[in-house]
Nanobody, 125 residues
Framework: QVQLVESGGGLVQVGGSLRLSCAASVRTFSTYMGWFRQAPGKEREFVAATPWSASYTDYADSVKGRFTISRDNNKNTVYLQMNSLKPEDTAVYYC???????????????????RGQGTQVTVSS
């Protein structure tokens, strides 16, 4: 059983920055972690992800160049640095994790068996 504890989020003006953190209680070689978001009345949307065992990252087109996912292996923590925030970034952001390796893991994140409680990000104009 993996427990994920999120922190960060809040209210920020357009163009501002926020950093989300997600601490995992345990990780394995094949753990794949990342973030998805859900705005009111909209479907879940993949945001960013990275595997613990490799250095590559994956981003949604809507956040490329603005968001950066990183991890601290010593702390079992994944971060999402969000810059140049836009009103359309407003959503509840969820950290999620699953055992997965290889291509296709990012799209599985939306239905990952482990996820955090969610944190609200509101970008005001």
């Amino acid at each position: 059983q993996v427990q994920l504890v999120e922190s960060g989020g809040g209210l920020v003006q357009v163009g501002g920055s926020l950093r989300l953190s997600c601490a995992a209680s345990v990780r394995t070689f094949s753990t794949y972690m990342g973030w998805f978001r859900q705005a009111p009345g909209k479907e879940r949307e993949f945001v960013a992800a990275t595997p613990w065992s490799a250095s590559y990252t994956d981003y949604a087109d809507s956040v490329k160049g603005r968001f950066t996912i990183s991890r601290d292996n010593n702390k079992n923590t994944v971060y999402l640095q969000m810059n140049s925030l836009k009103p359309e970034d407003t959503a509840v952001y969820y950290c999620a994790a699953l055992d997965c390796s290889g291509a296709g893991c990012s799209r599985l994140l939306l239905s990952a068996p482990y996820r955090g409680q969610g944190t609200q990000v509101t970008v005001s104009s």
